[in-house]
């Protein structure tokens, strides 16, 4: 069997690869050109130019690579052969075979589900970390961006066949694997509090990272690549607000209104816009005063002098802020992500009775069923059904 491509003096046909993916440098980490060089062919690569080129999210683009380059190893390791395009439907039952399996079954059959030298190849690569079968959502979204990039070829794929369907759906009940979230534990007002009291200093790091923290939360629970990519440009002062809505004569406070353009769930041409009222406006007020950003990315990277960077952080930056933060005020980086901060604000909102589709203004989630979890949770913590015998 074919293996992978292992580390050697590059080729011609890669190195030129590799020159090509330089012009995705805004959108793929420079590190792994070297590799998406060797993995990818050169009709995937002017693919994802081509995609670039139309106006494809970074985000989307980022994953469409990740997934491209993942079903192309995993194809020369299965099959010994290149991916074809379009895919026979026979190369994707092989894949949902391999990937969502019996880890019961498995243990008196050594042959169901990956083979073992497959996934030593995968390994090998990097390119495959756990040893039992996937999660399902791995596997519909790979398949997914697999129809897609057939569908930029201008191929039809066999993505909706019945047999596929099928297959899918009793793989998916026989790996039996939960469902798990993005951050385990919520980012909610009480744990904010603290991570914004952890960085409460004069240090140009605090004041980025409380106003970081505030404005991600407080704008709805902003996704981490919003926050990273957020500008200048998308601010609009508006004037101020009563303190006390049914009160028009109470204490003002100040407003800004973020213009999101294109994210997971708008467009650019969408005109979707959240609010801060108050203390995250004044917390991002000062940031924008003492880093003197008067155009382009608002949160930036700092050097370990101190000095604001011109770069933009990157999604996996906010990230590790969080996690930073977190570990600061003695809880578990591991138990919080980024994503903490979106589910942390729906949370909360259901905690203090905001109606659901209020939230959903802010949060700018499309999905009533997704945003209505955080709050049938919350019912049922503080409801009696489950408090019968305490």
């Not at 980490?29 to 993995?39: M, N, Q, Y």
């Not at 996934?119 to 959502?137: D, F, Q, T, Y």
Request: glycine share 6%.
């Amino acid at each position: 069997m074919d293996r992978l491509p292992t580390p050697r003096p590059a080729s011609d046909a890669t190195l030129k690869r590799a020159e090509a993916l330089d012009a995705l440098d805004q959108v793929l980490p420079f590190g792994r050109r070297d590799v998406l060089a060797e993995l990818l062919t050169d009709d995937d690569v002017e693919t994802l130019r081509h995609l670039a080129k139309q106006g494809m999210g970074e985000n989307s683009l980022r994953a469409l690579t990740s997934d491209l380059a993942y079903l192309e190893a995993w194809c020369v390791a299965a099959t010994g052969e290149p991916l074809p395009w379009p895919a026979p439907e026979a190369l994707l039952l092989k894949f949902v075979a391999q990937h969502l399996w019996d880890p019961a079954r498995r243990e008196s059959d050594p042959a169901h589900g990956m083979p073992l030298d497959v996934a030593a190849v995968l390994k090998e690569a990097g390119l495959l970390r756990a040893a039992g079968p996937h999660a399902p959502s791995t596997v519909r979204r790979r398949l997914s961006s697999w129809s897609t990039l057939t569908q930029w070829r201008g191929l039809k794929g066999r993505f909706n066949a019945p047999g596929l369907r099928q297959a899918l759906k009793l793989s998916t009940r026989a790996s039996a694997r939960p469902r798990t979230r993005k951050s385990p534990k919520a980012v909610t007002a009480d744990i904010l509090g603290a991570l914004v009291k952890a960085c409460s200093g004069d240090r140009l790091v605090d004041v980025r990272d409380r106003a970081l923290l505030l404005a991600a939360f407080a704008s709805g629970g902003r996704r981490r690549s919003e926050v990273a990519g957020l500008r200048l440009e998308q601010l609009a002062e508006q004037d101020p607000v009563p303190v006390d809505p049914k009160d028009p004569n109470s204490a003002k406070l100040p407003c800004l209104e973020i213009r999101l353009g294109r994210t997971k769930t708008t467009e650019a041409d969408d005109d979707a816009s959240v609010l801060l009222i108050g203390r995250p406006v004044l917390a991002l007020k000062e940031w924008l005063e003492r880093s003197a950003v008067t155009e382009g990315a608002i949160f930036r990277g700092i050097d370990r002098w101190g000095h604001l960077e011109r770069k933009a952080l990157t999604p996996q930056s906010v990230n590790l802020i969080l996690k930073r933060r977190i570990a600061a005020v003695g809880l578990d980086p591991k138990a919080f992500s980024a994503h903490g901060l979106r589910a942390g604000y729906l949370t909360e909102a259901a905690r203090r009775g905001i109606s659901l589709p209020e939230a959903m203004q802010q949060s700018q989630h499309r999905s009533v069923q997704q945003a209505s979890r955080y709050y049938n949770e919350t019912e049922r913590q503080m409801g009696r059904a489950a408090r019968l015998i305490t």
